[in-house]
């Protein structure tokens, strides 16, 4: 199995930043790739970021290119979500999730999850 936990959430005010932390525990073998998903009250989960967990390839959604950055630490087994010029469209609940075998940003292709970060910009 793989744990992750998720921190770094808070509130902001628009434009600001903030970065997002996720540390993953567990086997190694169930995480090729980590990604990075939203969920706004009565909308659906959004993946914006993954990163390819054995060459540290990234890719960002149209949403959030150019503003967020996803990042890994193999040393310390974590993965980050920067977040920049934040705006009140971004207020969501922020989720840290694990797969194996290749990459995408289909909720349903994630077999292993955080408990969120709520990430509210006013």
């Known amino acids: 199995h793989v744990q992750l936990v998720e921190s770094g959430g808070g509130s902001v005010q628009a434009g600001g930043s903030l970065r997002l932390s996720c540390v993953v525990s567990?086997?190694?073998?169930?995480?090729?790739?980590l990604a990075w998903f939203r969920q706004a009250p009565g909308k659906e989960r959004e993946g914006i970021a993954y990163i390819d967990a054995r060459d540290g390839t990234p890719y960002h959604s149209a949403s959030v290119k150019g503003r967020f950055t996803i990042s890994q630490d193999n040393a310390k087994n974590t993965v980050y979500l920067q977040m920049n010029s934040l705006k009140p469209e971004d207020t969501a609940m922020y989720y840290c999730?694990?797969?194996?075998?290749?990459?995408?940003?289909?909720?349903?292709?994630?077999?292993?999850w955080g408990q969120g970060t709520q990430v509210t910009v006013s």
């Open positions: 999730a694990a797969r194996t075998q290749g990459c995408g940003l289909r909720a349903a292709q994630y077999a292993y």
């Open positions: 567990g086997d190694t073998r169930r995480r090729d790739c």
